[in-house]
């Protein structure tokens, strides 16, 4: 099971914000981080895949030819979490959490009830259960947002900078979930990161991007070089690399303009 971008170009008000993205395969059972600075595309990339954005290219998901498909039929198959999420809601935290777990019309209420609190626990929201979605804090509106994309189940599971509002603890046990959510469920997890050693160490492989193109894919140690941290991002950086561990990243100086 996989996902494979080839040939993307997306062009956004007349603009080309996606040029020629090829070569970007995300697997079942991982983790695959999408980074890259503000403004390289990452957003847009997902957008693309999940048929918000339109866009011409290939996208291949298992047997499936995304582009062939209009945006209600990829939505049986992947879910696009957005940056931007709106809590005006005034149902509760298990109420939105069963709403989307109730996509799945021919569930049994009785077992579709067991996942919600299941997961609930399992990100740590269970003492929010009847808080008012509108009464939540920008970190406790994302844990809920992220339960209402995984409880989905889709095959293909995309995240826009899910730890973004995280305190640190959170930022751990979310993408330790995420990662035993992908590897239980075989689905294709992509994240939008910023934090470049979470994404090392949670990721088994990365997408690169850089002015709306793909500045390198591979794993983290084939990705993240001082070559390519200085190039796309603009920082030096010190890059460790303990044994048997991903490589951990410490950001130290902006060297230029990025530009972007
Ligand atoms: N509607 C639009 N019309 C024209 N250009 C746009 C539009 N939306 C976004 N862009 C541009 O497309 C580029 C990519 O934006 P995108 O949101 O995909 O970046 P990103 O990598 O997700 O950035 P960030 O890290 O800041 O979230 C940016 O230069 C942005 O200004």
Not at 174 to 179: F, H, I
Request: glycine letters at 6%.
């Amino acid at each position: 099971m996989t996902l494979d971008v080839e040939r993307l170009e997306c062009r956004l008000g007349g603009t080309p914000v996606l040029e020629g993205i090829a070569g970007l395969t995300a697997r079942a059972g991982e983790i695959t981080a999408l980074i890259g600075p503000n403004g390289a595309g990452k957003s847009t990339l997902l957008k693309a895949i999940a048929g918000i954005e339109r866009a011409t290219g290939s996208l291949r998901l298992n047997d499936h030819d995304l582009m062939a498909l209009p945006f209600e039929k990829r939505a049986e198959h992947l879910y696009y979490m957005p940056q931007e999420l709106s809590s005006r809601a005034v149902l509760s935290v298990f109420d939105v959490v069963l709403l989307a777990r109730r996509t799945r019309i021919r569930e049994p209420l009785e077992q579709a009830l067991e996942q919600v609190r299941d997961t609930l626990v399992a990100l740590e929201l269970e003492p929010l259960a009847e808080r008012e979605l509108g009464r939540l804090s920008g970190g406790q509106r994302q844990r809920v947002a992220i339960a209402q994309a995984a409880i989905r189940e889709p095959a293909l599971l995309m995240l826009d900078e899910p730890t973004s509002a995280l305190d640190l603890h959170h930022q751990l046990q979310v993408l330790d979930w995420l990662a035993r959510f992908a590897h239980e469920r075989q689905a294709i997890v992509v994240v939008a990161l910023h934090d470049l050693s979470l994404a090392a160490r949670f990721a088994q492989r990365m997408w690169m991007l850089a002015n709306g193109r793909v500045a390198a894919s591979g794993t983290p140690g084939e990705v993240l070089t001082h070559a390519r941290l200085r190039e796309v991002y603009a920082i030096d950086a010190h890059i460790e690399w303990p044994a048997d561990e991903p490589p951990r990243v410490t950001p130290l100086t902006a060297i230029r303009p990025l530009g972007r």
